[in-house]
């Protein structure tokens, strides 16, 4: 799965909860559902960012792989 089909599907879940608090006749089931609506919008919009934080974080590792091997082979 792309990071835009886990973006486009945490959206579309939002819309979903953010509908269906709207039809919640309960205070608590109405409330459950933004709640949940804004915890995936959220989700949505971070996933990018992570998505460039693990990819630094892989980048430095295959640096640090490569460092350590470079210099074994000094040694």
Do not use: F
Request: aromatic content about 2%; glycine content about 0%; overall charge negative.
């Amino acid at each position: 799965m792309t990071d835009e089909q886990l973006t486009a599907m945490h959206r579309l879940l939002a819309e979903y909860h953010r509908h269906r608090a709207k039809e919640a006749v309960l205070h608590i089931v109405q409330q459950h559902h933004a709640d949940l609506a804004q915890r995936l919008a959220d989700e949505a919009s971070q996933i990018p960012r992570r998505t460039a934080i693990l990819a630094r974080l892989h980048e430095r590792e295959q640096q640090n792989i490569e460092y350590v091997a470079d210099a074994d082979q000094i040694t």
